[in-house]
């Protein structure tokens, strides 16, 4: 306690010194920082006499800090003021780095006196250093401050020794009474007491010293180890407990819970050194019988394994939305960590994705797994009929719950329905069978068997409520796979059914085309070909936003709305104006509306129309990937076609642009899901296009299967609309045109020069109902329309009657009355035509007639007679 105090006490010193001068520092740096950064201190410093006008000053600041002296320097560190005059005009000492602008504290011995002292640099307003000021305390009174507190140091110090002396000598005396006071009878007993403990625990405890001779054993660990009575004071070698307790114990290390076994019984041992009294090392072992706790643990591990068991089944069934695969992922989740074999049964209504009805009388059987090969079993696809009513399966159903029938051979009842199939089983050594059903929501959508074979244990209780559980989580799982797959196939069905059925009829383009639904299902993907007058086909490829039957039935409202637009044979930026008005119009109504429908702005669409007898193609897009052109060399290009924003986003009108194709070319269409895939960006997409269609021999179908083999994994991501058109030119000897003047008794000679080019072409039995439409035509052309007028004959298929004027009036049928001298024109054309119609180009307008030539139009006599008022 004197060393501790003493120790104490000349820390408090050291401690107090310390501050002592910590506490000068700082009171001489604020004298000498208030003094120098004073507003007035450079200025005097700069006076012709600064000796005279900072004296005073600094006396007051030396008196009002408590510091010992306030000196004023010059630049130079000559002294300009200090307490003792005889310095004034001499250099301080060591004061350089204040001269270099760098403020500084410091215990300074030398030359007047010791002291702590702070050196302060004045700067003017260019912080340019015109002076110093230092401000310090003596050395000599920094340690008379601490003189004052040594009394109150040396005080405390003896006070906390009066206390700790007390405190030890009053414990001193509390321990002497607890333990002198005890005689040798209490003693006695007190030892007693503790052997009886020791002896009376459920643990057997063992001490052994460093020679390994036994220092104690108690009762318990007597019985554990079938240790004699005089087991005291002998060699552990002499005893021969179980060899592994043994090697523990000589082993001397520290262990915790071993488990060893000795005498039949599981023993878990705690061992720790000890060294009693600073003597040998030794140990002390205790022993703890848990050989019924290990059999409740067992039990418990088995339970947990179980638990294990079906959280890893919930984890691997139902990966895929697809019922017969999750009900193979059942069967391989079981096989073999819960059966040998087990068969899936589901109702053909669940395979097909439809709502199960009530009757079950047969099942199929949809997947099958065995630990062997060759199961005694019916095998996958085969039905399953129920027609015994005491059978274990037909139990199971009828009650909705799992039946056990731990043993096979003595079981009867299961044999009656397929007595042959029983003995085939029998005979490979099945012998235990849980049957559950397949249930979700109250309703039986199949059944389970699970069979145990040779080798392996009859089934218990606590396998029933695992197969239980694990059926109840598969049947979740193939419901939702059910549900799904009849959605998926209703949008398929939907789709499949808003695409286009075949290609149509026409001449003048070889077309082949795909569609390829995406991973997660149907899209917004879709392609047209749709023939417009003059043998001009247009080419159409659209992408919808989003996937599902929303996405199908989006897609089908555009494809009709393009479809409607083309029957007015626009021009192609100006159908998608009209297209892009009517997306923004339904959006408008869909935004105000209360339901879940995919909105239509941000589709795209590509819209082209060839015309085979220039070879000339027009394109609009609506932010859509350019086509790729293959020239008949097989070199291939992107053109850059006008880019317009997609449908619904409206800013900018619709442009298009025009190509000229060398026949045979092909132009392939496609969406963003050919080219644009996860891992791969969109022009290393549209170079691998590039790469696999440059080759001048392939038929528009061989391109077709070459992108799709090529570019597309087995399941997209995307969907995928795809459409390949190879050209073709019409021959210019079945293409006649003539320049009409505007003068009606024109019309009889480009009637005649009509005439004799039917002749030409052999079609002499069109000619008449040809040479009236074309009258007709002409003279309406003439008489209501605007110059220049021009016939163009097509022959292709059918025969086309062009006549084009110089102006954007439409004609219109109307019904003539009886005494009108006009109006009955087009009314001809419409019954010797097979069709007709009119459509604007930039400069005027095209009035059109088609007819076929496999036979002629005849047209309603009745109508005729009627129209001309006969």
Partial sequence: MLILVAVAATALLVQGRYDAESSARDRSLAAAEAFAHAPGTALALRSPDPSARLEAAAEQVQKGSGVDFVSVLDAHGIRLTDPDPALIGTKAEGVGRAAAGET???????RPADAVRAVVPVTDSSRRV???????????????????????????????????????????????????????VEMTRMYEHHDAVLHAVREGVLIVDGDGRVLLVNDEARRLLDLPADADQR?????????DLMRLLLAGEPASDEVVMA?????????????????????????????????????????????????????RIGTTLDVRRTAEELAEVAVPRLSDLVSVELLDAVLRGEEPTGAVREMRRTALRAVESDPPLQPVGEVIRFVMAETPTVAALRRGKAVLVPDLHAAQDWRAQDPEGARRALDHGIHSLITVPLQARGVILGMVNFWRGAGTPR????????????????????DNARRYSREHALAVSLQRNLLPLGLPEQEVLEIASRYLPAQSGVGGDWFDVIPLPG???????????????QAAVTMGRLRTAVLNFSSLDLAPDELLGHLDEMVTRLDGQTATADDERVPLTGATCLYAVYDPVDGRCTFARAGHLPPAV??????VTFPALPLSPPLGVGGEPFTAGELELPEGSRLILFTDGLVEERGRDIDEGLELLASTVAHADRTPDETCGALVETLLPQRPRDDVALLVARTRLLDPAHVATWEVPFEVTAVSQVRGAVGRRLADWGLDGVAFSTELILSELLTNAIRYGAPPVR?????????????????????????????????????????????????????GKVIWAEQALDHAAEPDPSALFDVMGL
């Fill in 459 to 478: 089934f218990e209780a606590e396998d029933v409520a695992v197969a239980e559980e694990l059926v109840a989580r598969a049947a979740v799982a193939i």
């Fill in 535 to 549: 043998f001009r086909v247009a080419l159409v490829v659209g992408d919808v936003v989003g996937h599902g039957l």
């Fill in 791 to 843: 016939v163009r004959l097509l022959l292709g298929r059918t025969l086309v009657c062009e006549v084009a004027d110089g102006s954007n009036t439409s004609p219109r049928p109307r019904r003539a009355g009886a005494t009108d001298e006009g109006g009955r024109g087009l009314f001809l054309v419409s019954q010797f035509a097979d069709m007709w119609g009119t459509r604007y180009a930039p400069r």
């Fill in 104 to 110: 500084f504290t410091e215990t300074y011995h030398g």
């Fill in 263 to 315: 005498g039949g019984r599981l023993l878990a041992v705690n061992i720790r050194p000890i060294a009693p009294y600073g003597g040998a090392q030794g140990l002390v072992a205790t022993l703890r019988d848990t050989t019924e706790l290990r059999a409740v643990s067992g039990q418990a591990e088995v339970a947990r394994g179980r638990l294990a068991f079906l959280y890893e089944a919930g984890m």
């Fill in 630 to 635: 293959v020239d008949p060399s097989g070199t």
């Fill in 235 to 243: 060699q552990l070698t002499e005893l021969e407990p179980a060899p």
């Fill in 130 to 184: 015109v002076g110093m000021v230092t401000a310090g305390i003596q050395y000599a009174n920094v340690g008379h401050v601490l003189n004052r507190e040594l009394p109150k140091l040396l005080g405390a110090a003896a006070g906390v020794l009066v206390l700790a002396t007390g405190g030890a000598a009053l414990v001193s005396r509390r321990l002497r009474r607890q333990t002198h006071g005890l005689g040798p």
